[in-house]
């Protein structure tokens, strides 16, 4: 083979990340999942479950940013990019601060400390975000998997000393400190507004259907844990006989292990989620690249939905282990989220697939009911139990909505 035909064939291989990224990103699940085995069996009961509830909370609001992220790394250049990057999450950040400041307390979290715990995780996370572009692959994954240590071994210690929900988010808000470090740094002036609205201009619409899937992919995920915190601060009544046998009385409790157990059992669905995310980005750079759908194309979605399936039942038949590990009894709410788990798992490739074959009404219309199944998870569900149904309600009825768009444009596009 003559030089200038090793070229072309090395140009043409696709680019494939380093078996260096993939080794750091397993080795940051199994710390956080460790960590999550600690603190489920350190903390007080019921403050495992709100952490849980915070940092869906917190997912929620990052997601937008993260999207916005990969964005504004595609459209600027490596001198635009970190300085533009930094003054978005400051923008974002003002927003966040406004919005989960008013939020936080709907959820009735048992102390106002948390709700400023969780901003400074916010922030922080903020920060670990813009660092990512002013450092090189391979020290961004030596600090996120030091990252990740350190919030395993402070929030172990941490929880052993001060069992609340406040040692998770602490040791969460030093860890993404210690990421992003590196975005402390002088950056070079970022470009003007005008002409960076000039660049973004003209990809507007795939711009906002990207934000507006990763959105809904997180509330599809996370919206059930949050609302779980309010249930669980749900004061339950009882009557009771004094000592003083002078007649009954009314006090008010608050079922505490339930939600502990309730969130580990959503957290595993919601690890194999996060595992899967790999067989999506390669199912949507194949799809992407092709003007259309082909059965080629397919290949790794069919893949996902094999991996999907088998890693549920996978989750179902380690019921019992699970409840050795963590402690407690998660295995009573794992059956309801098997079935809530491959409806969002669904929709998630669904919603994957509508980004990369550039259906952006699907993509708007999926931030919508990703909005609307959060509303319904908040005012439908009034029981701990019923949430795992409800998540599979709203993704099923939210996945219908979105093939029916698809139906209807087709059609018209068609006729």
């Known amino acids: 083979m003559t030089e200038n035909a090793r070229d072309v064939a090395t140009s043409s291989r696709p680019n494939r990340p380093p078996a260096q990224v993939f080794a750091a990103i397993l080795a940051i699940a199994l710390v956080t999942l460790a960590m999550q085995i600690v603190l489920r069996r350190e903390l007080d009961p019921g403050e495992f479950g709100t952490m849980n509830a915070l940092l869906g909370a917190l997912i929620v609001a990052l997601a937008p940013m993260v999207a916005l992220s990969r964005i504004l790394r595609r459209t600027f250049s490596e001198t635009e990019y970190p300085p533009l990057l930094r003054r978005a999450a400051l923008a974002w950040g003002a927003v966040c601060l406004i919005v989960l400041f008013a939020a936080l307390p709907a959820l009735e979290l048992p102390r106002a400390s948390l709700t400023y715990f969780t901003l400074l995780a916010c922030a922080a996370a903020l ?113 009771y006989t004094p000592l003083s046998g002078s007649g009954d009385a009314l006090v008010t409790f608050v079922n505490h292990p339930p939600i502990d157990d309730y969130q580990v059992a959503g957290l595993l669905v919601r690890y194999l989620l996060l595992a899967l995310v790999p067989l999506l980005f390669l199912f949507h750079k194949r799809r992407s690249s092709q003007p259309q759908t082909t059965r080629d194309s397919l290949r790794h979605f069919w893949i996902y939905l094999g991996a999907l399936v088998a890693g549920l039942a996978l989750i179902a038949v380690a019921a019992p282990l699970v409840n050795a590990v963590f402690s407690g009894n998660p295995a009573l709410f794992i059956p309801g989220f098997i079935g809530a788990g491959f409806a969002v798992g669904l929709l998630q490739a669904v919603a994957i697939f509508a980004l990369a074959s550039r259906r952006h009404i699907e993509c708007f219309v999926l931030g919508a009911c990703g909005v609307i199944y959060t509303g319904f998870i908040f005012g439908a569900c009034h029981l701990l139990q019923l949430l795992p149904t409800c998540m599979f309600a709203g993704a099923l009825v939210s996945l219908m909505v979105v093939l029916f768009a698809g139906v209807v444009r087709y059609a018209r596009t068609h006729p």
């Open 127 to 239: 920060l670990a975000i813009c660092a990512r572009p002013v450092t090189s692959v391979r020290w961004c994954l030596i600090l996120g998997v030091g990252a990740a240590l350190v919030r395993f071994i402070v929030s172990a210690w941490a929880g052993s000393a001060w069992p609340s929900a406040e040692s998770g988010l602490g040791a969460l808000v030093l860890a993404c400190l210690l990421a992003g470090l590196p975005a402390l740094g002088d950056q070079p002036a970022p470009p003007s507004l005008s002409a960076a609205w000039n660049k973004l201009k003209p990809h507007l619409i795939p711009n906002l259907a990207a934000i507006s899937v990763v959105l809904a992919i997180a509330l599809f995920s996370n919206a059930d844990r949050i609302a779980a915190q309010r249930l669980f601060a749900i004061a339950e009544e009882t009557h």
